[in-house]
């Protein structure tokens, strides 16, 4: 599992739930960031080289573009905004079907 991008909500939603880089494998990022780590040691991954199952994002903006990019470069990875997770917008069994792979 992923979260689309490295700016200030992003750091801020790594420090506060996953200070110690547990959970998540890496952020993905543009290019410009590639090879980087945030505080908490997690990897800043470019988008070009990075592949997971789930990718999550901070914003229905974000989850807007994520879609549209994995759809154009024609990958599988399932797109979950965290912020209907949190907020209890997404209950437990659909998270669970959306992370059913084939």
């Not at 599992?1 to 547990?22: C, E, H, K, S, T």
């Not at 800043?44 to 974000?62: A, E, H, Q, Y």
Request: with cysteine; glycine share 8%; aromatic share 10%.
């Amino acid at each position: 599992m992923m979260l689309w991008g490295a700016g200030n909500r992003g750091i801020a939603f790594l420090q506060m739930y996953d200070p110690i880089a547990v959970y998540l494998s890496g952020v993905m990022i543009c290019i410009v960031k590639a090879g980087n780590h945030i505080e908490n040691r997690t990897s800043c991954i470019c988008t070009r080289r990075s592949k997971c199952d789930v990718i999550f994002v901070l914003s229905n903006g974000i989850e807007r573009f994520a879609r549209k990019y994995i759809k154009e470069h024609g990958r599988n990875e399932k797109v979950i905004d965290i912020l209907d997770i949190i907020f209890g917008k997404l209950p437990l069994s659909k998270i669970f079907k959306l992370m059913m792979f084939n």
